[in-house]
């Protein structure tokens, strides 16, 4: 384990142990909708359609090195891509065997890249990574997950966020959400979000 992943999961279970202490961050509040594209990842499985070309077409999964292979386009790098790029990309390498090539890329299965993913922690029902979907929200999460344990400290889970290279921290009220049905609780969230839900001492 590297230094830097070490370091993030000390500051993880510094958030987690000390959830409750000192003052607690901003609540989140409702913002701007903002259209995130989904960027393909090592795990995800493309739908690759050739048009007029059912020999050339195939499902591929992307490999851990981020690269797919399909008949006549080896080692094509994918993570990180739209599935537009994808296409556009591998149409120019079949336009040198196939006449006017039209690619069209559709994920089956979604994993994404660790930028687009939503992390959660802590005393969720089942705390895991979640792929980043179009407008997904708070309770999107909570679905995802299951839900919190009764050893949460809802009221005082929050969100890291990382945007332009400085991590902010917003609190969540997961108990008035979950539990309450308050949907003015439910928030936004988006791609590289890390939700930390720390236990409760009482």
Same mark, same amino acid.
Do not use: H
């Given at each position: 384990?590297?230094?830097? *992943? ?17 003052? %607690? ?9 903002? $259209? ?6 090592? @795990? %995800? ?15 591929? /999964?992307?490999?851990?090195? @981020? ?30 065997? *196939? ?9 089956? /299965? &979604?994993?994404?890249?660790? /930028? ?33 344990? $009764? &050893?949460?400290? @809802? ?14 921290? &917003?609190? *969540? ?10 949907? /003015? ?6 791609? @590289? %979000? ?9």
């Amino acid at each position: 384990m590297n230094v830097r *992943v070490l370091s993030g999961w000390i500051l993880v279970g510094l958030l987690l142990g000390l959830g409750g202490c000192g003052s %607690d961050p901003p609540v989140a509040e409702p913002q701007p909708r903002v $259209d995130t594209p989904y960027l393909v990842g090592p @795990g %995800d499985t493309l739908n690759v359609v050739v048009w007029r070309s059912p020999e050339l077409s195939l499902s591929v /999964s992307v490999r851990r090195d @981020g690269k797919i292979t399909t008949p006549l386009v080896e080692d094509l790098q994918a993570t990180g891509k739209t599935p537009t790029q994808i296409a556009r990309e591998i149409e120019q390498v079949l336009s040198r065997y *196939v006449q006017n090539p039209v690619v069209t890329v559709i994920i089956t /299965s &979604f994993s994404g890249p660790y /930028s687009q993913q939503v992390r959660v922690i802590g005393e969720a029902t089942k705390p895991q990574s979640l792929a980043y979907r179009e407008n997904m929200t708070l309770l999107d999460v909570m679905i995802a997950v299951g839900g919190i344990t $009764d &050893f949460a400290a @809802g009221n005082r889970a929050s969100i890291l966020r990382t945007e332009g290279g400085k991590t902010r921290q &917003f609190r *969540v009220l997961l108990i008035d959400l979950v539990r309450r049905g308050d949907l /003015s609780a439910n928030v936004e969230m988006r791609p @590289g %979000d890390v939700l930390v839900i720390p236990q409760s001492y009482f």
